[in-house]
């Protein structure tokens, strides 16, 4: 039986904690505009999900981000936790970007 992330909630609580929109979403991934975060759905718990940081954006950012992102997903019944910081990386050679977690 496939899971059903509950995009809609996701994208309410992005636009209301930063004003930001969602560009796209890839399997487990969802892109907001700017990269300054983005989310990762949790397979095991479809309310949760966790919000990775560009390490291109500060750390003071990160945290007020963090915390109005809790607020609004608190809102619409779903949980965001910390995750990790990521950066965007070409591929050579490729029109492909690869994103590293560290």
Same mark, same amino acid.
């Given at each position: 039986?496939? @899971? =059903?992330?509950? &995009?809609? *909630?996701?994208? %309410?609580?992005?636009?209301?904690?930063?004003?930001?929109?969602?560009?796209?979403?890839?399997?487990?991934?969802?892109?907001?505009?700017? +990269?300054?975060? &983005?989310?990762?759905?949790?397979?095991?718990?479809?309310? *949760?999900? =966790?919000?990775?940081? %560009?390490?291109?954006?500060? +750390?003071?950012? *990160?945290?007020? &981000? =963090?915390?109005? =992102?809790?607020?609004?997903?608190? @809102?619409?019944? &779903?949980?965001?936790?910390?995750? $990790?910081?990521? $950066?965007?990386?070409?591929?050579?050679? @490729?029109?492909?970007?690869?994103?590293?977690?560290?």
């Amino acid at each position: 039986m496939q @899971k =059903l992330f509950d &995009l809609g *909630r996701v994208q %309410n609580a992005v636009k209301v904690a930063t004003g930001l929109e969602v560009t796209h979403a890839y399997e487990d991934l969802v892109f907001v505009e700017q +990269s300054a975060f &983005l989310i990762q759905f949790d397979a095991t718990d479809l309310k *949760r999900f =966790l919000c990775h940081f %560009n390490e291109e954006c500060p +750390s003071a950012d *990160r945290a007020k &981000l =963090l915390t109005h =992102l809790q607020a609004a997903a608190l @809102k619409e019944g &779903l949980v965001c936790a910390e995750g $990790k910081v990521f $950066k965007f990386e070409q591929v050579p050679d @490729k029109e492909e970007i690869q994103i590293l977690f560290h």
